[in-house]
């Protein structure tokens, strides 16, 4: 069964903390990698992709471990805004959207 | 602006009776797809369409049915709707290239079926 795991959390970290988190994938020729973003009831949206040299978007990275099947998400100096459920996406079918297992989300809490 | 748009946003019904949730892009994208999301569940796929007249199931299609006669609109239709089907709805779509999967939702509709 192809699988993506994440821990549903809630974290809960001070405002300016550094939080991260891991989403373990179970197919081993899992082509790419995505984290979105969903807030409470709303539609969830595309925070970074995630490539095999690890990339970094201000004050976020991501990372990505092929020989332990796991991707992570770190969040340096998180906000109030920040608080949110993160979702980890994995295309398991080699390509195309078709092939998107998502996550449960890690639910963030940042507190001031 | 590029979006991805569903109606209604909120939907009351009973049991049994028909309804369709709407779901149209402006982005020329060959992908559309309908999920529900139920607590701890997660966001689950109901059914997909890679391009015009092609519809395929996903995790969880029983209940649903799509058509795809346009290539902007995507429309999900329960015939019969039931209790179990009360759910929060995303529409997404995605121009379907292998390093394009970026994936647009719709704002969502937050069904409750009595």
């Known amino acids: 069964r192809k699988e993506v795991e994440q821990d549903p959390g809630p974290f809960n970290v001070p405002e300016g903390a550094t939080v991260a988190f891991n989403c373990t994938y179970s197919?081993?020729?899992?082509?790419?990698f995505f984290w979105y973003r969903q807030d409470c009831r709303k539609e969830p949206k595309l925070l970074m992709s995630?490539?095999?040299s690890g990339n970094e978007d201000g004050r976020f990275t991501a990372q990505l471990n092929r020989a332990s099947q796991y991707i992570s998400l770190l969040i340096r100096d998180s906000k109030l805004s920040d608080s949110a459920t993160y979702l980890c996406?994995?295309?398991?079918?080699?390509?195309?959207?078709?092939?998107?297992?998502f996550g449960k989300g890690t639910h963030l809490i940042i507190q001031p | 602006e590029a979006q991805v748009t569903q109606n209604p946003r909120y939907l009351i019904t009973v049991t049994g009776k028909k309804l369709t949730v709407t779901c149209s892009q402006n982005?020329?994208?060959?992908?559309m797809s309908w999920y529900r999301q139920d607590p701890g569940l997660g966001l689950r796929q109901i059914y997909y369409?890679?391009?015009?007249?092609?519809?395929d199931k996903g995790d969880v299609p029983e209940g649903y049915k799509v058509s795809r006669k346009e290539k902007r609109n995507f429309p999900l239709i329960l015939e019969s709707p039931s209790p179990n089907q009360t759910s929060l709805y995303f529409c997404?779509?995605?121009?379907?290239?292998?390093?394009?999967?970026?994936?647009?939702f719709g704002s969502g509709t937050q069904l409750s079926v009595l």
């Open positions: 982005m020329n994208h060959e992908y």
């Open positions: 995630v490539y095999s």
């Open positions: 369409s890679m391009n015009v007249e092609v519809t």
């Open positions: 996406v994995v295309n398991m079918a080699g390509g195309g959207a078709d092939g998107l297992t």
């Open positions: 197919n081993s020729a899992s082509q790419s």
């Open positions: 997404a779509s995605s121009s379907q290239g292998p390093e394009d999967e970026k994936l647009f």
